[in-house]
């Protein structure tokens, strides 16, 4: 089993009315405890899913963030919750907002 994040600001720009993200300044500055979601693309017996899940941003790096997995992906049990998954503010897709 293999994954790789998918670029949200990619999808955003093939897609823009569609495909909303939050503003960059928001995904730049994200703190620990906040959650977001990604999107996973996972490779695994010569198949590909995809799949959109929420992490836990744990530790903010130079290059962006580490997160742990807060879901577990449908498509495989070789990933699971806990996962650490190091991400960038281009990986983000949507804030959780608890208000």
């Known amino acids: 089993m293999y994954f790789e994040l998918d670029d949200g600001e990619a999808l955003h720009k093939e897609a823009p009315e569609t495909f909303y993200i939050p503003p960059r300044e928001q995904r730049a500055n994200l703190r620990p405890g906040q959650l977001v979601k990604l999107v996973f693309r996972i ?7 995809v799949e959109r899940m929420w992490v836990i941003v744990e530790e903010v790096t130079a290059t962006g963030y580490v997160g742990s ?5 449908v498509s495989t049990d070789e990933l699971q919750i806990g996962a650490l998954v ?5 990986h983000i897709i949507q804030i959780y907002d608890d208000e």
């Open 86 to 90: 190091p991400f960038g503010p281009e």
């Open 43 to 49: 490779e695994h017996d010569e198949t590909v899913d």
């Open 69 to 73: 997995l807060n879901n577990q992906p």
